[in-house]
């Protein structure tokens, strides 16, 4: 090929007497020993090369032809003297010539194939008696092998693929033809596995939230280290908890995902620049990080992240545009988990505002948050971008739970409204809290219906708020008396009253 290459010592070299190289064996020939118009003269060289090496020189170099394509392939080593002689002979008789009498041998040629028993009852077995054990016998012996003394089989140098009992099975099968094999059914039913009661939960998972108008994303396990400040971990991570990729494709794969929420981030950006309005991902996969500051074994574990950014709904003539916030994506979390009562337990997160720990029956199930204001902006979102990740085994144990069945009222309830005064940092979650503990047996919700405040100072202090709640009381055998509601309803109110110090207006 007019080029230069420098070997190293797995490369196989021939040489003439004096160094001089006159081809790469088995790959390439070289220039000067090349056929040209004006040669008179042939050395004819016939051989047998190892595959392995022979493919290793082509890669390394990049050098492919015909020779090396048969040889990496593995030919026959008996064939050799007998291919020499062909080749003489065609030449003789294209060209023209006289050919010298002697041939020079230089080595033995190995033997890569050995004596292989054919079973006959696993030959039945997997044949389905579809063929006798003469017919199989007499296709071997067409296929050029040889039954020896020891019932065990002489392969032919040319086939050193035939190593095994299945091998020859496999030979047996194609000329017999598949068609003549008879199918049997031997699967069974098995009963429900761990990995099968996951599989339905996820797609339980996948079906609540695509009816909930959100698109299932698949991005890549493999992030940068300018995505780092974007991930969003069940647990904060430590120095030493992110697992890199010790060669890297490129820098944009550097690290091995701690959370899926840096790739839902780059998915909606992507999404921001091709002027979407609406952004609802969600996606499921695996995560990976040390859980010991790179001291610990690496784990590996499943989550399920979500976000939500841009038009809460489609424009229409009869509704106008709104912006997703925080309360979408809540209303999302809820949605997904059916009846049961979600609490959102503030908890700061790097990288992040409003972050807040997800928690269902008193345990941590995920991480909620908004990207910070800068990062939106770096980013071209002119909206906030919600997102939340959860541990996505604790919620497939969530979803296999019953679901709480009631018979509808036959009697009808009573309400009651209040409206407290406490600091404006108290979180709804501490007055959710104070009620649930207080389990008054006639309280059958409440629901914050209203939240005032004024940053003047004139009508309630700028460091106060002002909540409103209304409380629905219900007895499951009887009409509840107003004597008796009141009195259920003052108990409650000492209770938010004892444990926040809560004021009523």
Not at 238 to 252: A, F, M
Request: with cysteine; hydrophobic share 40%; glycine share 8%.
């Amino acid at each position: 090929d007019d080029s230069k290459h420098v070997l190293n010592t797995d490369d196989l070299l021939i040489s003439d007497e004096s160094g001089a190289a006159l081809a790469l064996a088995g790959v390439m020939g070289g220039a000067e020993s090349g056929v040209t118009e004006a040669t008179t003269d042939i050395l004819l060289e016939s051989a047998y090369f190892v595959p392995q090496g022979i493919r290793r020189t082509s890669r390394r170099t990049a050098l492919s032809s015909d020779s090396s394509y048969r040889f990496e392939r593995g030919v026959d080593p008996a064939g050799v003297v007998t291919a020499s002689s062909l080749a003489v002979k065609l030449i003789l008789e294209t060209a023209g010539g006289t050919a010298e009498a002697a041939t020079q041998l230089a080595g033995e040629a190995p033997v890569l194939v050995r004596s292989v028993t054919l079973d006959e009852k696993k030959l039945d077995q997997l044949m389905g008696g579809s063929t006798s054990i003469s017919a199989a016998e007499e296709i071997l012996t067409r296929l050029g092998l040889t039954k020896l003394a020891d019932g065990s089989w002489d392969v032919p140098s040319f086939r050193a693929d035939l190593q095994r009992h299945i091998d020859l099975v496999e030979e047996i099968a194609r000329v017999h033809g598949l068609d003549n094999v008879p199918s049997r059914f031997l699967g069974a039913f098995v009963p429900a596995s761990a990995v099968d009661a996951a599989y339905d939960a996820d797609m339980v998972l996948r079906r609540r939230l695509a009816a909930l108008g959100l698109h299932e994303c698949q991005t890549i396990k493999l992030i940068s280290d300018a995505q780092v400040s974007d991930v969003l971990p069940l647990r904060p991570l430590q120095e030493g908890d992110l697992i890199r990729v010790k060669l890297p494709l490129s820098e944009d794969h550097a690290v091995m995902r701690p959370s899926i929420v840096p790739g839902l981030i780059a998915s909606a950006a992507r999404n921001v620049r091709q002027q979407a309005k609406s952004l609802r991902f969600f996606e499921m996969g695996r995560v990976f990080r040390n859980a010991g500051g790179g001291k610990a074994k690496d784990q590996e574990s499943e989550t399920l992240a979500v976000l939500v950014a841009g038009s809460a709904q489609p424009t229409g003539w009869s509704q106008g545009d709104r912006t997703a916030d925080l309360y979408d994506l809540k209303g999302v979390l809820s949605a997904l988990l059916g009846d049961r009562k979600i609490n959102f337990a503030p908890k700061d997160r790097a990288g992040f505002v409003l972050a807040s720990d997800i928690k269902v029956d008193d345990q941590n199930i995920g991480v909620f948050a908004r990207l910070t204001p800068a990062r939106e902006r770096e980013l071209d979102f002119t909206t906030p971008v919600f997102v939340a990740e959860l541990d996505l085994g604790k919620l497939r144990k969530l979803l296999n739970g019953i679901s709480h069945v009631e018979d509808l009222p036959q009697f009808p309830g009573s309400s009651r409204d209040a409206a407290m005064e406490l600091p404006i940092t108290t979180p709804n979650a501490q007055i959710e809290a104070i009620i649930s503990k207080h389990a008054e047996p006639l309280l059958i919700s409440s629901e914050c219906f209203d939240v005032f405040t004024d940053p003047s100072g004139q009508k309630i202090g700028a460091d106060r708020k002002s909540v409103a709640y209304r409380f629905q009381y219900r007895e499951a055998s009887r009409t509840l008396k107003a004597e008796e509601v009141d009195a259920a309803h003052q108990k409650v109110l000492e209770a938010l009253t004892k444990g926040l110090g809560v004021t009523f207006r």
